[in-house]
């Protein structure tokens, strides 16, 4: 069984510009969140999908926007780019939730110049 | 809110030596689950255990062992025999809302 793709695997873009993110989970998992880790901050949870509806978004500013699609591929946006938003975003799949194994994909490293 | 702590930042051992990581959480869920995932250079993050707070029971697969402790909210990870490929960062993690809280993360070097 694949495992859980992102694209791009990385990305080098201007302060305020946007950039999308690309999710594929597991065949069959329905949930797909997102997080993003930096060396400052860790591991912090953006957003989380199930069936295209959002259950819980985590404390980000607006600039940060995503969505799942009826295949549960999911993206990810973050509009009007700046040098915080640099950092590892990880997508993770799961069959149903949180409170099952959550398979992480390979992340896409974003650089802000 | 849910809390995981991870008090140790960096461990360096030497091969074949035991390595215990600590995790410390913090719920009012009654119901939850805890993991533990190791993410090496390559920066994938790849699932090592899961564990529901009903299980109290410890495990072990392979060198890798875990022990829940309810009464202490702790959820520690020992590695056994250590090896160069262990070397990581290892984090706790507790499940809630739909989301997972991650510990800072623990480095663990591991030097043949």
Known sequence: KAGVTQTPRYLIKTRGQQVTLSCSPISGHRSVSWYQQTPGQGLQFLFEYFSETQRN???????FSGRQFSNSRSEMNVSTLELGDSALYLCASSLVGSSYEQYFGPGT????? | AQ?????????????KEDVTLDCVYETRDTTYYLFWYKQPPSGELVFLIRRNSFDEQNEISGRYSWNFQK???????????????????YFCALSGDYKLSFGAGTTVTVRA
């Open chain 1, 57 to 63: 978004k985590g404390n980000f500013p607006g600039r």
């Open chain 1, 109 to 113: 490293r974003l650089t802000v110049t």
């Open chain 2, 3 to 15: 809390k995981v702590t991870q008090a140790q930042t960096e461990i360096s051992v030497v091969e």
């Open chain 2, 71 to 89: 009464s202490t909210s702790s959820f520690n990870f020992t590695i056994t025999a250590s090896q160069v490929v262990d070397s990581a960062v």
